[in-house]
């Protein structure tokens, strides 16, 4: 008798099971942890089967992307939602954004700090449309960032039109230096109190957009 085709629901399924499976690999384990023969041996499935959910690992990376954005999108979200005046909101959005870095070291690392392949190196590959859901998530984030911005900068009155685009990429690599140097050790090797050296410069680089 031949084997019942999986529906589609039934296939997206198993398809979000791999992918859990694959996170907690992942946080646990970090990058160099991950492969698709840990997934199917934990996942108690062949290669063959497993590759056919996920054709390669670049595949199931792209869904790992897709995932972590939309938990960091979450999380700031959630941050914000009831602060009271926009400085206050992007004071919460910064805080958040270097929260989620230092409480998530491996989902970070391969976000922001892994050589991977990236959206542009997918075009006119089979992945280019995995690959385009993935980077929208992406720039939903930055694009709620630069809204949180854009209202600090719509409140001065000094008649200035600062570019809330180069605010957030300015912002996002300041924080962004500091969680790599605070997750890696390095800060602790050259400060006292890295937490506290961590929290001045977040509130260094709020102060520096909100005056």
């Known amino acids: 008798m031949p084997k019942k085709t999986r529906s589609t629901e039934e296939v997206d399924a198993v398809r979000e099971k791999i992918l859990a499976c694959a996170f907690e690999i992942l946080v646990k384990n970090g990058y160099e942890g991950l492969s698709m023969a840990k997934v199917g041996a934990r996942m108690k499935m062949t290669a063959a089967n497993l590759y056919n959910y996920y054709a390669n690992k670049d595949e199931l990376l792209i869904a790992i992307h897709k995932k972590a954005y939309a938990m960091l999108y979450d ?3 959630d941050a914000v939602q009831k602060a009271k005046t926009p400085q ?4 919460k959005l910064t805080q958040a954004f270097v929260t989620f870095g230092t409480q998530n070291i491996n989902i970070y690392d391969i976000m922001f700090n892994r050589r991977i392949r990236q959206h542009s190196d997918y075009i006119g590959t089979p992945q280019e449309a995995l690959s385009d859901d993935e980077f929208r998530s992406s720039l939903r984030v930055r694009a709620f960032a630069e809204g949180v911005i854009q209202e600090v900068c719509d409140a001065k009155e000094d008649g200035r039109a600062p570019d809330a685009r180069f605010l957030a990429i300015q912002a996002t690599s300041i924080l962004h230096g500091v969680i790599s140097l605070y997750n890696s050790g ?11 050296t961590l929290k001045q410069i977040v509130e260094n680089t709020t102060r520096n957009i909100t005056g």
């Not at 206050?88 to 004071?91: E, T």
């Not at 390095?186 to 506290?196: F, H, N, R, S, Y």
């Open 186 to 196: 390095v800060l602790a090797q050259i400060t006292a109190d890295p937490e506290a």
């Open 75 to 77: 999380q700031l979200g």
């Open 88 to 91: 206050a909101r992007f004071q």
